[in-house]
């Protein structure tokens, strides 16, 4: 039988896996992302790129707009349309095969987008009318 000077006990930690030790107690974390958490992470970093340039746009804060796309946004859409729409204040996201004026970039991948605002309607004398 060993006794425990003669045991020799040593962590090393997998790649994608993160442990930590102390006191004969051992936690492992798997810290590879998983697809579902990798495109939760894109449509937030979408919504905040899309925000920035909904601002640099000159947009109001309560405009609502339509956001067009090349494609490229289609599998973070799948997964998390209702998130974004309503984040953005978007009334239509569209896929289209025109140039588009704005490139932004999810995770390396670039992806042309573009922004048009809607107008909002207006109460006139108890009639609804559109600006």
């Known amino acids: 039988m060993l006794s425990r000077e003669e045991v020799v006990a ?3 930690e997998a790649q994608g896996y993160a442990a930590e030790g102390q006191g004969g107690e051992l936690a492992i ?3 590879t ?5 990798v495109l939760e992470g894109q449509a937030r970093e979408l919504v905040h790129q899309i ?8 947009l109001a804060v309560e405009d609502r707009i339509k956001l067009l796309h090349d494609g490229g946004l289609a599998p973070i859409l ?3 349309r209702a998130y974004i729409e309503r ?7 569209r896929e289209v095969h025109t140039q588009l004026p704005h490139e932004i970039q ?3 991948t670039r992806v042309r987008v573009g922004l048009e605002a809607v107008p909002q309607p207006v109460v006139l004398r108890g009639r ?4």
């Open 29 to 31: 974390l798997e810290t």
């Open 78 to 80: 799948g997964a998390h």
């Open 10 to 12: 040593r962590m090393h």
């Open 51 to 58: 925000q920035i340039l909904r601002k640099a746009s000159g």
């Open 33 to 37: 992302p998983s697809p579902e958490l």
């Open 106 to 108: 999810l995770d390396g």
């Open 128 to 131: 609804r009318a559109t600006q």
């Open 87 to 93: 984040e953005i204040l978007a009334v239509e996201i």
